[in-house]
RNA sequence: GCCACCCUAGCUCAGUGGUAGAGCAAUGCUUUCGUAAAGCAUAGGUCGUGGGUUCGAGUCCCAUGGGUGGCUCCA
């Protein structure tokens, strides 16, 4: 006699147990038509499921009670399109081996070894659409059938795949009792896939599709092991939503800082000059110098101290710091002398020889900085220190060099060379904790100065399973602790990561999301007790010993120019004002006001503003237009009554029409103030508010 | 690095083996204008690069560079 929890509180109790779609017909026609599965304790499962006990019982539909599609229902019929799809696939391709199909948060994807030459091309999308829409049209139940382990795994045996066996495998070893299959239609006679479920009632409850692209992945996401073939596509439960779906990833492919950074030319990457190596052109230049000088002022008001650096170092450097040993790979090749590669050519050095050489210390040459630590360590390590004299705190603007994947690089998200806000901080190990915290308020104040919150936190610890991290396991303790205490110090939900660390120390990272979806981290501080111990740094203490000195790195921008790719899209690049490589442009009505546009625009200069004028050939309204375009914070109008006036006309980015006129004087102590104040004062708040409506 | 797709004028794009096109931008002229595109004219391309097939290649094939989306990697 089970009794049945609804989500409004109410129950319902039952003389023998009932299915899911059984009480969802028991509370209307309606419901059990929408229904496509059920939530059951919170465990999202199949309508079919019959409820043999008491629960807590929510029938899933297409959507929520606030009209937006349903995320469980977006699931269920996403993972059910993932197999009709798989269906499809096998059918007009005969021979795949299916692996894995799972749904995800914007849509699903099935990964597949087809055999060699045989996998399709983003042409047979439309034939397998339409079979696709043939299997839905069909409208066949998705039927399950529990096996027991013994049996299950006999059957898939004698099937052979290698894929499903290791799925079923994982299934038996994270706890199944049963291996699951879902037939299409009829067992036996139609189409069937090893899946956990659940799915949708029929194949007919999906109701928009699209496959959207294939690419290659690897089994398990193993390098080492098979190279499969990944078809993505979505699924909606209207044909309406799949559109709204497509056109908002239109739109927010227009915010891609890709696309404005051409339209507004802030950047340029040449191919002349080579992937992945940032050409900052002057209007994106001004958007980075404005953020450096913001995070300078903040350092000077923390103790930090500026540094130069040159952007290589001796080969010897990088063996001693662990860079070159542990990111040998991912670094631009070493750089050997004129002399030195004469005397290895005379001697008939292979190439294959020359790497062994350099590894081993027995060829020295340069290196590309890959990191700025070592230099700044050398700097600390150049005098002598008290424990009085700590934390010594070095910053630079300090670009570096990675020999990043040719596949991997992208406008300035992922790049080769970068130039990142670092800092080393040395620290008694008593200071640790406060400095941390110095450090996160840097981030903190940067990602609130630009309104940035939509991040998350995370906290990387190292993977005690892996022999990537060097160190001694005490210290490296004592330094996840510091970590995890810092960042609950932020007040903000962090997530712990194993694995996640760098090889010297774990670290507190921000992580942003750009337009597409994907996931970049920003910000980080880490903390290092092995560095110090591998240059042996050391000072000298209250007791005249030397003691050595803990490192904390920061980067709370992480890097120039991956903040502002971010940066670009979240302002989808309509910057502040004191951001704009433009801030102010004056258009004079016509010639008859140039004379006293140029006035302005050499008072708007001389207030320290970047101002540019537009006197060109063209109607006004053509050159607002433009300026819109360009996303200038402010215009300044003029023409004969502005003159009399000794006034300016204003219109500010983002509002649809003219602000009204204001005293030349006024205008410029407003802008100057937003400027300065770095938007804590604006203009056009101020400008808006005098305005009756 | 792997898989798929893409590369035509400064930009966005059309061009399905038969004489390289449009819009915007640029330049010149006319217009001197009060808040999101005035009019006319001109100029601009060995179709990413190198091979090949063909009577003929922007179009088909091969290689190569670059880009985009994923995978892997990311100090």
């Given at each position: 006699m089970p009794t049945i929890t609804l989500p409004d509180g109410s129950?319902?109790?039952?003389?023998?147990?009932?299915?899911?779609?059984?009480?969802?017909?028991?509370?209307?026609?309606?419901?059990?038509?929408?229904?496509?599965?059920?939530?059951?304790?919170?465990?999202?499962?199949?309508?079919?499921?019959?409820?043999?006990?008491?629960?807590?019982?929510?029938?899933?539909?297409?959507?929520?009670?606030?009209?937006?599609?349903?995320?469980?229902?977006?699931?269920?019929?996403?993972?059910?399109?993932?197999?009709?799809?798989?269906?499809?696939?096998?059918r007009l391709f005969p021979g795949t081996a299916l692996v894995y199909g799972p749904a995800l948060e914007s849509g699903f994807y099935y990964d597949m070894a087809f055999p060699a030459g045989r996998a399709p091309s983003t042409d047979d999308f439309a034939a397998l659409e339409s079979e696709m829409a043939k299997i839905i049209a069909e409208n066949r139940p998705f039927t399950r059938t529990d096996l027991p382990l013994d049996a299950g795994m006999e059957k898939l045996n004698r099937e052979g795949s290698k894929f499903k066996i290791d799925n079923a495998q994982r299934a038996r070893d994270g706890g199944s009792a049963t291996l699951s299959w879902y037939t299409t239609g009829t067992p036996g006679s139609n189409w069937e896939d090893l899946c956990r479920g659940p799915h949708v009632p029929s194949t007919g409850r999906i109701g928009?599709?699209?496959?959207?692209?294939?690419?290659?992945?690897?089994?398990?996401?193993?390098?080492?092991?098979?190279?499969?073939?990944?078809?993505?596509?979505t699924a909606f439960a209207t044909?309406?939503?799949?559109?709204?779906?497509?056109?908002?990833?239109?739109?927010?492919?227009?915010?891609?800082?890709?696309?404005?950074?051409?339209?507004?030319?802030?950047?340029?990457?040449?191919?002349m000059v080579g992937q992945g190596l940032v050409l900052w052109t002057p209007r994106g230049a001004v958007v980075r110098q404005e953020l450096q000088n913001f995070i300078s002022d903040e350092l000077r008001v923390q103790g930090y101290q500026q540094v130069f650096t040159p952007h290589i170092g001796k080969l010897d450097l990088y063996r001693t710091s662990g860079h070159f040993p542990y990111y040998?790979?991912?670094?631009f090749a070493p750089i050997i002398d004129h002399d030195e590669m004469s005397k290895l050519a005379a001697e008939g050095c292979s190439?294959?020889?020359?790497?062994?050489?350099?590894?081993?210390?027995s060829v020295d040459g340069y290196l590309l900085k890959p990191m700025n630590c070592p230099h700044h360590i050398r700097i600390f390590a150049s005098e002598p220190h008290s424990y009085r004299d700590l934390p010594v705190r070095l910053a630079e603007f300090g670009t570096v060099y990675r020999w990043e994947q040719?596949?991997?690089?992208?406008?300035?998200?992922?790049?080769?060379?970068?130039?990142?806000?670092?800092?080393?901080?040395?620290?008694?190990?008593?200071?640790?904790?406060?400095?941390?915290?110095?450090?996160?308020?840097?981030?903190?104040?940067?990602?609130?100065?630009?309104g940035m919150n939509d991040y998350r936190v995370r906290v990387g610890l190292r993977d005690p399973a892996s022999d990537k991290y060097v160190g001694d396991p005490s210290n490296w303790d004592k330094a996840e602790e510091a970590c995890r205490n810092a960042a609950r110090s932020l007040g903000v939900p962090f997530s712990e990561e194993r694995g996640e660390a760098a090889f010297y120390g774990?670290?507190?990272?921000?992580?942003?999301?750009?337009?597409?979806?994907?996931?970049?981290?920003?910000?980080?501080?880490?903390?290092?007790?092995?560095?110090p111990v591998r240059f042996d740094l050391s000072y000298i203490g209250a007791d005249n010993k030397q003691h050595r000195p803990v490192m904390i790195h920061r980067a709370p921008f992480g890097s120039m120019e991956r903040f502002v790719g971010v940066l670009i899209e979240h302002f989808a690049g309509a910057f502040p004002l004191w951001l704009a490589p433009e801030q102010v442009r004056v258009l004079p009505i016509s010639e008859k006001s140039a004379?006293?546009?140029?006035?302005?625009?050499?008072?708007?200069?001389?207030?320290?503003?970047?101002?540019?004028?537009?006197?060109?050939?063209?109607?006004?309204?053509?050159?607002?237009?433009?300026?819109?375009?360009?996303?200038?914070?402010?215009?300044?109008?003029?023409?004969?009554?502005?003159?009399?006036?000794?006034?300016?006309?204003?219109?500010?980015?983002?509002t649809d029409a003219n602000l009204g006129e204001l005293p030349l004087g006024e205008f410029l102590a407003g802008v100057t103030g937003e400027y300065t104040s770095r938007g804590h004062e604006s203009l056009k708040s101020k400008f808006v508010r005098r305005q009756p409506s």
């Open positions: 129950c319902r109790s039952y003389d023998s147990p009932p299915t899911a779609a059984q009480v969802a017909a028991d509370i209307g026609a309606g419901l059990a038509k929408a229904a496509l599965g059920a939530k059951i304790n919170g465990t999202l499962c199949d309508l079919s499921t019959r409820l043999e006990h008491d629960c807590a019982l929510a029938i899933v539909t297409a959507k929520s009670r606030d009209g937006q599609p349903d995320a469980d229902g977006l699931m269920l019929i996403r993972h059910s399109c993932a197999h009709v799809m798989a269906e499809a696939i096998e928009a599709f699209k496959i959207t692209m294939l690419a290659s992945s690897y089994w398990k996401g193993d390098e080492s092991l098979d190279r499969l073939t990944r078809v993505y596509g044909k309406a939503e799949l559109e709204a779906h497509l056109a908002q990833v239109e739109e927010a492919k227009k915010r891609d800082h890709r696309v404005l950074g051409k339209q507004l030319r802030l950047f340029h990457i040449d191919e040998k790979e991912s670094q190439c294959g020889e020359l790497a062994n050489r350099l590894g081993s210390g040719s596949g991997e690089i992208g406008g300035l998200t992922r790049v080769r060379g970068f130039t990142q806000d670092d800092a080393h901080l040395f620290v008694r190990e008593d200071q640790v904790a406060d400095e941390l915290i110095g450090c996160l308020s840097l981030v903190k104040l940067i990602f609130g100065t630009l774990p670290k507190i990272d921000f992580v942003v999301r750009d337009v597409i979806g994907r996931s970049w981290q920003l910000g980080t501080v880490q903390v290092d007790y092995n560095l004379a006293y546009a140029d006035e302005v625009l050499a008072a708007l200069r001389s207030a320290g503003l970047r101002a540019t004028i537009d006197s060109g050939n063209e109607r006004v309204q053509a050159r607002i237009r433009d300026a819109s375009e360009a996303k200038i914070p402010y215009l300044a109008v003029v023409g004969p009554r502005d003159a009399e006036q000794r006034a300016v006309s204003i219109r500010a980015f983002g």
